[in-house]
């Protein structure tokens, strides 16, 4: 309601978490008093820490706890309020069933959400929205600067039709997938229309997420999956499976972090010959 003051506390910052005065940390020292204190939660790993966080906060108002990492439908996206400004969602949940992913688990029917300004696209599967829905968003792009798809385009709907009506709108940076063999053919295919129409590892625009560690995975077929991502002209940027308690093994982190720093990635282009 009007006049409203709610405090939204983060249990870890990144950068899409708010940056005014009513954000805060699940690591910042609790102040002030407010009409309801909403604990949102982003990753599932992060579950055990509300507690915590809630114990912190009592008795400075009435405490709501909620966020993508619980199984409760998100209808609506509010600007600004769990994402920093400059962050949009368009819709929400996802037609494909992939196994690692909780998205449609949580949003099994895919929902259309009402179009606010924005220039980073956070949506789940924006790809497969209907075409109405998607060319409005490409319309209300066209006013934007260093626009990021950063929810990711699914390659097997990206077609050339898209890369027509995206033409002309100012990309900073847009985002593929590739997270198992099935994903192959249809990144490849991806990847040959992002490089037809000028996103390349050399401009460094095009880039495709690679889940790593998951059961069975291996640092070899890792890396080779991440190599065949960069050989098909787009920056890979690795993305490390989680169980479903956060757990990562230790072997992984490193490696992770190696293929998703932007240096060493690129300093890895050169000595491919990519760059």
């Not at 405090?7 to 940390?25: G, N, S």
């Not at 619980?70 to 209808?75: A, F, G, L, N």
Request: hydrophobic residues 40%; aromatic residues 10%; positive net charge.
């Amino acid at each position: 309601g009007v006049g409203v003051k709610i405090a939204r506390i983060f249990p870890r910052r990144t950068k899409a978490t708010p940056v005014d005065e009513l954000a805060f940390c699940g690591k910042d020292k609790p102040a002030g008093e407010y009409d309801e204190i909403h604990i949102s939660v982003t990753f599932t790993y992060d579950l055990p820490l509300v507690d915590d966080i809630a114990k912190a906060w009592q008795g400075r108002g009435e405490i709501k706890i909620g966020g993508p990492a619980y199984i409760d439908k998100e209808k609506e996206f509010v600007p600004k309020k769990y994402l920093r400004d400059g962050y949009v969602i368009t819709s929400r949940g996802c037609v494909n069933k992939c196994w690692h992913c909780r998205v449609w688990r949580k949003n099994p029917d895919l929902i259309e959400l009402p179009i606010v300004e924005g220039n980073i696209i956070q949506d789940d599967n924006i790809l497969a929205t209907s075409d109405n829905h998607l060319y409005k968003v490409f319309d209300m792009l066209k006013t934007q600067k260093d626009i990021v798809f950063s929810g990711g385009l699914d390659p097997a709907l990206l077609n050339k039709c898209h890369l027509e009506k995206m033409a002309g709108l100012n990309i900073e940076q847009l985002f593929t997938a590739y997270d198992d063999d099935h994903d192959l053919e249809p990144f490849i295919n991806a990847a040959g229309i992002l490089n037809e129409y000028g996103f390349t590892v050399k401009n460094r625009k095009a880039f495709c997420y690679v889940l790593i560690g998951y059961p069975n995975d291996t640092i070899d077929k890792a890396e080779s999956r991440l190599k065949t991502v960069f050989s098909h002209g787009v920056i890979p940027f690795a993305m490390l499976y989680r169980d479903k308690i956060g757990n990562t093994k230790k072997e992984w982190r490193g490696f992770q972090r190696q293929w998703s720093n932007m240096w060493i990635l690129m300093t890895t282009a050169k000595k491919m010959g990519i760059i």
